[in-house]
């Protein structure tokens, strides 16, 4: 391995969802999201690196269609304000989505194409992939995936 290697492991595995407010959603959409309307609406992306295309981007391109992203933000943890003081939707992580969704008065619903799901990892360079400390830290992040994954509260 080059000097430059990492090791990765996934900690966490995550679904999909599509949110947006609440007001939006009673309005617009009195029963499923179609893939029609989900279209139609403008989106928020998180999208650490600029407007790279992500998961869902990818699905919808294997049925050569597009949505329209109106804004793209660079963490995660900027959208649910974004969300709930416009009209856009996002679809995310659902336990980011279950976090922010009652304090941001947001909507959840399944998207309306399939979506894989995706993990959450922690990698780290090989120069500490013998390093103790560094290897309880690893095995303490995996048992706290665990926990979350299990829903039992930490």
Known sequence: MSSLATWRSPVLQ???TTACPKDQYVKSYPGVLTLENYLQESHALVSPRGRVPGNVDMALSQQNLERHVQVTLPHIL?????????????TVATRIANRFAKDYNLQMFSPPIALAGFDISMAWHQSTNNDKAIQWLRSELISI???IATGVQV
């Open 14 to 16: 995550q679904q999909s």
């Open 78 to 90: 900027a959208i649910p304000a974004m969300i709930a003081s416009t009209d856009l939707i996002v």
């Open 145 to 147: 995936g665990q926990i």
